[in-house]
C-alpha cells in the first residue's frame, strides 16, 4: 500500500510542477494546490500506514497509529485551503485590472 501512495504522491509533484511551469495564472494556482495534496499524501505515508489500530497508546495496546502525521496534515489542509483561496481572489482582481491572466503579459513582456 506504500509503494502505491508514493506512486500517487510522486504523480500529483508531478502534475503540480508541470502546472507550476504554465504561464496562465489560474494553472499556477491549481499546480499549488496539487504540491500540497501530493505533501499531504507524502507525509501520511511517511507516518506508516496502520489500520485498525488505535491513535493513543496505552498499557494494553501493543501496537498504535501516530497521531503527528494526522495533526500535521489536519494543519496543512487549513493553511493551503487559506492560501488557495487567497490566491484565487487575487489572480480574479488582477484579472479584472489587467483583463489577462497570463503571466508575461502581466510582467508587461509583450509576445512578439
Same mark, same amino acid.
Given at each position: 500500500?506504500?509503494?502505491?501512495?508514493?506512486i500517487l504522491?510522486?504523480?500529483?509533484?508531478?502534475?503540480?510542477?508541470?502546472?507550476?511551469?504554465?504561464?496562465e495564472?489560474?494553472?499556477? $494556482? +491549481?499546480?499549488?494546490?496539487?504540491l *500540497?495534496? #501530493?505533501a499531504?499524501? %507524502?507525509? @501520511?505515508?511517511?507516518g506508516?500506514?496502520?489500520?485498525?489500530?488505535?491513535p493513543v497508546?496505552?498499557?494494553t495496546?501493543?501496537?498504535?497509529?501516530d497521531?503527528?502525521?494526522?495533526?500535521? $496534515? +489536519?494543519?496543512?489542509?487549513v493553511? *493551503?485551503? #487559506?492560501?488557495t483561496? %487567497?490566491? @484565487?481572489?487575487?489572480?480574479?482582481?488582477?484579472?479584472?485590472?489587467?483583463?489577462?491572466?497570463k503571466?508575461?503579459?502581466?510582467?508587461?513582456?509583450?509576445?512578439?
Amino acid at each position: 500500500m506504500e509503494i502505491l501512495m508514493c506512486i500517487l504522491a510522486g504523480s500529483l509533484f508531478t502534475a503540480g510542477v508541470y502546472l507550476l511551469l504554465q504561464k496562465e495564472m489560474l494553472r499556477i $494556482i +491549481l499546480g499549488t494546490a496539487l504540491l *500540497s495534496h #501530493g505533501a499531504h499524501l %507524502f507525509i @501520511l505515508t511517511m507516518g506508516k500506514l496502520n489500520r485498525g489500530a488505535p491513535p493513543v497508546l496505552e498499557k494494553t495496546i501493543k501496537t498504535y497509529t501516530d497521531p503527528l502525521p494526522q495533526a500535521l $496534515i +489536519l494543519t496543512s489542509i487549513v493553511i *493551503s485551503f #487559506g492560501v488557495t483561496s %487567497f490566491l @484565487l481572489v487575487l489572480a480574479y482582481r488582477a484579472y479584472q485590472t489587467n483583463q489577462t491572466d497570463k503571466m508575461d503579459e502581466l510582467k508587461g513582456l509583450e509576445d512578439e
